[in-house]
């Protein structure tokens, strides 16, 4: 007697499996399992995914829109500046508020871990407070980890160092920075440096927003990799953005791909936000910003896509839907073979797994029974559609569901109902 059976599950590599739950945990994946169930799900050909993981997100800002003004120019530079004015108004009880309710639209969208950034910069770091009381509160549905991040620069503002070590205390899981924010290129390489030594000293990992900026000469990629090599960090530094590598010279990028290889760094392009603020200084021809993805994945280096901002200062769109971060990493990087396409799904799904570290991530035996059907046959198709999430499962549990979307159809001769997931020819 198992609690659940997803039956007639298509995997995301192509098989076709039942998949049975017992206690929390994936107990088989086989076809044709005959075994009672507390409850089915008939997945009927459907594509039932392991959760979608958000490697780069702040939970501090989101849903924030509008406070104190709208972002005017659009600009990353004014989105902090905007975020600046709106940073002392900010409680910790109104940030919890508005992540909560952040997080209740990210599970129904299938999201079940996320790497949020808190702003350190806010001397009273009631965004490390607030964010950190919403891990205890969403820890049954999605699993977060805060990272340190100070905004303003480690040493560009006052009281970095300092705020840094107190966020430490209270807790935070990784450790940030923003080298390219500070005041010269001097400045941000000590930065790195100082940063991967505090990490190595606690024992916590790295994810540091490092070049995100066109600056083709900018060098701090190349110096968190040699950072993270020194302080033996091997595997446990992500890069979040690396814009600046679009911009970079060609022999250049040739020499820092296997530097970043060798250092086992993981890299964070966020999609929806590189296209948006990169570029802002071109006329035409204007470059898209999104750092080097096949060229990073050709090389071994687990490349997983964030979401970064979904209504705030800097973004005041997105929708919590990792699919639509794939789709517009497809788009930027040009990946569309269906193999590109593939990868583009694994960089919301199994490659931010790996660059959070999680365990017990997957759709094995032994693995924590989180699951998410789609209403899509396979990758591509959900990559396509943003598909609708049918079932949302965690531990086993039913924790969200969205009905099929079908749509009527008053039309003399025509069908009487169109269904997009039905549109792909059979062997796509
Ligand atoms: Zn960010």
């Known amino acids: 007697m198992f609690d659940l059976i997803a039956k007639d599950a298509n995997l995301p590599d192509g098989r076709t499996a039942d998949i049975a739950v017992k206690d929390g945990l994936i107990a088989a994946v086989e076809p044709g399992i005959t075994a009672e169930a507390g409850r089915t799900i008939d997945a009927a050909g459907s594509l039932v995914t392991p959760p979608f993981i958000d490697p780069h997100f702040h939970m501090d800002a989101t849903l924030s829109l509008g406070l104190p003004r709208l972002n005017r120019s659009g600009t990353l530079l004014e989105g902090i500046a905007l975020w600046g004015e709106l940073k002392p108004m900010l409680t910790a009880d109104a940030i919890v508020e508005r992540a909560l309710r952040y997080c209740d639209l990210a599970v129904t969208q299938g999201i079940g871990a996320i790497r949020t950034h808190a702003d350190i910069s806010e001397p009273r770091l009631v965004t490390v407070e607030a964010l950190l009381r919403v891990k205890e509160l969403i820890a049954d549905y999605i699993d ?9 620069g480690y040493y560009r503002a006052p009281g970095g160092e300092d705020a840094m070590a107190r966020a430490i205390d209270m807790g935070v899981d990784v450790v940030g920075g923003i080298p390219h924010f500070e005041r010269t290129m001097a400045d941000g390489a000590r930065s790195v440096e100082a940063l991967c030594r505090i990490a190595a000293e606690k024992g916590l990992p790295v994810d540091m927003h490092c070049d995100e900026t066109d600056d083709p000469l900018s060098r701090h990629v190349e110096t968190l990799a040699a950072e993270t090599v020194r302080f033996g960090l091997q595997g446990r530094v992500a890069g979040s953005h690396l814009t600046s590598m679009h911009s970079m010279d060609n022999y250049y990028v040739s020499k820092l791909i296997p530097l970043m290889a060798e250092a086992g760094m993981h890299a964070i392009p966020n999609p929806l936000i590189n296209i948006t603020l990169q570029g802002r200084h071109d006329t035409y021809p204007k470059r898209r910003g999104m750092t080097r993805v096949p060229e990073l994945m050709a090389a071994g280096i687990t490349v997983s896509f964030g979401h970064d901002c979904v209504m705030d200062p800097w973004y005041s769109l997105g929708n919590a839907d ?4 794939a789709h517009m990493a497809v788009h930027v990087a040009q990946m569309t ?14 490659n931010s797994a790996r660059t959070l570290g999680l365990e017990g991530y997957g759709l094995a035996p032994g693995c924590k029974a989180d699951f998410v059907v789609l209403q899509a046959r396979d990758p591509v198709e959900a990559i396509r559609l943003k598909a609708t999430r049918l079932a949302v499962v965690r531990r086993g549990k039913v924790i969200a569901e969205t009905p099929r979307r079908v749509s009527r159809l008053a039309i003399d001769g025509r069908p009487g109902t169109v269904d997009a ?5 059979p062997a796509a």
């Open 144 to 152: 977060l980890q805060v990272v340190a991040f100070p905004q303003d």
């Open 322 to 325: 990792m699919l639509e971060v």
């Open 337 to 350: 073979s269906p193999a590109a396409m593939r990868q583009a799904f694994e960089a919301v799904t199994v």
């Open 421 to 425: 997931a039905r549109y792909a020819p």
